[in-house]
C-alpha cells in the first residue's frame, strides 16, 4: 500500500499532491481544525503536511503510530509540540527560507503605510474631506515625517531582519538591531547597528519585530516596553502575535504612549471580532498574510514535501526543529 501522507483541506497542495503521487505516495486532504480531526485522519499517516493552525499537541501526538516525520509547512511552529514530538522518535522539519522576501516586503510595506498615512488618507478622500475651499485633507494628513531622517529599530537581525534592514537603508533610514544572538560585526554586515533592547526601544520611530516566539520573548513588549518608546513611534510585528501583550498594546495606544501599530500576527489567530485592537484607526492587521505570495507558496509546498519524501526513503530532512532525535533508539527514520 502506498504511503499516506495527510493535510489540513483549505490550503492549494496541487504541487505537493503531484510531488507525491510522483513518488508513489498518496496526499489525503481533510479538516484538520481540531485534536478531534487530526486523530481521526492522521492516526495511519506516514507523515502530516501542517500548516500554521492545526493543533499538534501532545495527545494528537501520541496518536501519530505510524508517522515518519511531521513537516511544517513554514518556519513557525508553535502549533506543535516538539517536545511530544521527540519523545515520540518524530522528526519535525521546517522550511527557513521560503518568505523571507515576502515578509520583509510586508513590513517595509506596513512602515510605508504608516509613514505617508495611507489608510487614513485614503478613506479621508472617500468621505469627502479633499474638496475645494476646504482644510479638512490637512487634519487627516497629521504629522509626516521624512523617512530618511528616521530610525527603524529591528528585534532579531536573522533572516528576515536582515533583508529588511538594506530595504529600510534603501530610504536612507538609520537602522538598529536588537540580537543577542549576532556580534556588532555580524549586525554591521547585516547593515544594522547593534544596541540593547532599552536603546532600541527609546531611539526607534519604527520597530519591526523579527525574532521567533520563545519562553524569552513571550510578551517581550508589554506596557513598560510601549512607555519607553517615542509617542509618535509605531510598532510592526509580523512574526508572531504572543511577542506582544495585546492587552498592553491597546492600553498604549489609547493613552497615547505610542502612536500605532502594524500587526500581520495576532493572538490568538484569528483575533475575536470584539477585539479592541481591531477598531483603532491606528492599527492595521492584515491577516497573517506577510508570508504569502505564489511564488512562496510554490516554494513552500516544495521544500515541506521533500522533507516528506526524504522521510519516506529513510532519509533526513535537512532542516529540524528536534535533530536530537536522530540520536534516539525509538527514532522513526533510520
Not at 481521526?40 to 501520541?62: C, F, N, R, S
Not at 529599530?153 to 540580537?179: C, N, Q
Not at 508589554?222 to 509617542?231: A, I, N, S
Not at 481591531?278 to 498574510?289: A, D, I, N, P, R
Request: net charge neutral.
Amino acid at each position: 500500500m502506498s504511503a499516506k501522507i495527510v493535510a489540513r483541506t483549505g490550503m492549494d497542495f496541487r504541487l505537493a499532491e503531484k510531488m507525491l503521487n510522483e513518488a508513489g505516495a498518496r496526499l489525503v486532504r481533510a479538516p484538520l481544525w481540531t485534536e478531534g480531526d487530526i486523530r481521526k485522519a492522521a492516526a495511519d499517516a506516514d507523515g502530516v503536511l501542517v500548516g500554521a493552525a492545526e493543533p499538534y499537541t501532545a495527545g494528537v501526538i501520541q496518536a501519530l503510530g505510524k508517522c515518519k516525520v511531521i513537516s511544517r509547512v513554514g518556519i513557525g511552529y508553535n502549533n506543535i509540540d516538539v517536545k511530544e514530538a521527540t519523545r515520540q522518535g518524530i522528526p519535525v522539519a521546517i522550511v527557513l527560507d521560503a518568505s523571507v522576501h515576502e515578509v520583509s516586503d510586508h513590513a517595509m510595506a506596513l512602515l510605508l503605510a504608516f509613514s505617508r498615512r495611507l489608510l487614513p488618507l485614503v478613506q479621508g478622500v472617500r468621505r469627502g474631506v479633499w474638496k475645494s475651499g476646504s482644510t479638512e485633507i490637512f487634519a487627516v494628513r497629521g504629522q509626516m515625517f521624512r523617512l530618511k531622517e528616521q530610525t527603524l529599530g529591528l528585534v532579531g537581525v536573522g533572516r528576515i531582519g536582515s533583508r529588511v534592514a538594506p530595504k529600510a537603508r534603501a530610504f536612507g533610514m538609520r537602522v538598529l538591531g536588537y540580537d543577542p544572538y549576532l556580534s556588532a560585526r555580524e549586525l554591521e554586515e547585516r547593515g544594522a547597528e547593534k544596541v540593547d533592547f532599552e536603546k532600541l526601544l527609546t531611539e526607534s520611530d519604527y520597530i519591526s519585530i523579527h525574532a521567533p516566539l520563545t519562553p524569552e520573548t513571550e510578551k517581550m513588549f508589554g506596557l513598560r516596553e510601549f512607555q519607553k518608546m517615542k509617542t509618535s513611534a509605531v510598532i510592526i510585528n509580523t512574526s508572531r502575535g504572543g511577542i506582544l501583550d495585546e492587552t498592553a498594546l491597546h492600553q498604549a495606544l489609547l493613552g497615547g504612549a505610542i502612536a500605532g501599530a502594524g500587526l500581520d500576527v495576532c493572538d490568538p489567530e484569528p483575533p475575536s471580532p470584539e477585539n479592541p485592537l481591531l477598531q483603532m484607526e491606528q492599527v492595521l492587521v492584515t491577516g497573517h498574510s506577510a508570508f504569502f505570495s505564489l511564488s512562496s507558496m510554490l516554494e513552500l509546498q516544495q521544500k515541506a514535501t521533500e522533507a516528506i519524501l526524504m522521510a519516506l526513503r529513510g532519509e533526513w530532512p535537512p532542516m529540524l526543529v528536534n535533530p536530537e532525535v536522530k540520536e534516539q533508539k525509538n527514532r522513526r527514520i533510520g
